[in-house]
């Protein structure tokens, strides 16, 4: 069975570093998608980035980055240059493709991230 | 454009009670999903439509929980006889269901925030 797993209940960074927020996945399937959202206080999963498993280079969205190691099975986020108004819940998931065209996306459990000033 | 919405934004209901929740996707996504976030836990996937159909209820606790979308767009999350244990947080996502990587990528809407007193 799929499984994620971010081992980091809570994180903290300083305002304009950067910050890396572990993921480690589990699955036999040899085609699949990886993502991070964040979760707000506010409640809304904002998606940040994707990575598929046959991707050649390591996603890129602006200040995010996602540390592929597939041998490690492993994806990592990387914020760089921290700001306050990321303070958030992050959350990595997996893409499911049970078959039929559509995928549902296995959480981990969450890691919350708090940027000081 | 509009994104994800839901309503209502928070329910109180007493133990036993009918409750409905709405999700109205991002127009001319045909791929919708709810999950359900409990306290300090990732979504766990509930229900996918494609289109009208239910394509996938697998992820329903127990037949207590139903969902339509009869014309392929709005959907309706129904709970009867709630239970304390219903209580969470029920999202709703929607997707293009086609199309790649940016084609399956989900977003969310802001979430019912249950409670069963």
């Known amino acids: 069975a799929q499984k994620i797993t971010q081992t980091q209940p809570g994180m903290f960074v300083q305002e304009k570093e950067a910050v890396t927020l572990d993921c480690t996945y589990d699955?036999?399937?040899?085609?699949?998608?990886l993502f991070w959202y964040k979760q707000p206080s506010s409640g809304e999963m904002i998606f940040l980035i994707y990575q598929g498993s046959y991707d050649q280079q390591n996603a890129t969205e602006g200040r995010y980055s996602l540390n592929f190691q597939k041998a490690r099975k492993s994806a990592n986020l990387v914020i760089s240059a921290s700001q306050l108004g990321d303070s958030a819940m992050y959350f990595c998931?997996?893409?499911?493709?049970?078959?039929?065209?559509?995928?549902?996306?296995?959480f981990g459990a969450g890691t919350r991230l708090a940027v000081h000033p | 454009g509009a994104g994800v919405s839901q309503t209502p934004s928070n329910k109180v209901t007493e133990k036993g009670k009918y409750v409905e929740l709405r999700c109205d996707p991002i127009s001319g996504h045909t791929a919708l999903y709810w999950y359900r976030q409990s306290l300090g836990q990732g979504p766990e996937f509930l229900i996918y439509f494609q289109g009208t159909g239910a394509a996938d209820d697998s992820g329903l606790p127990n037949d207590r929980f139903f969902a339509v979308r009869p014309e392929g767009s709005v959907s309706t999350l129904k709970i009867q006889r709630t239970e304390r244990g219903d209580s969470a947080v029920y999202l709703c996502?929607?997707?293009?269901?086609?199309?790649?990587?940016?084609?399956?990528?989900?977003?969310f809407g802001p979430g019912t925030r249950l409670l069963v007193l």
């Open positions: 998931a997996m893409r499911d493709d049970p078959g039929g065209g559509y995928n549902k996306l296995i």
């Open positions: 699955t036999s399937d040899p085609s699949y998608g």
């Open positions: 996502a929607s997707s293009l269901g086609s199309g790649g990587a940016g084609g399956k990528t989900q977003y």
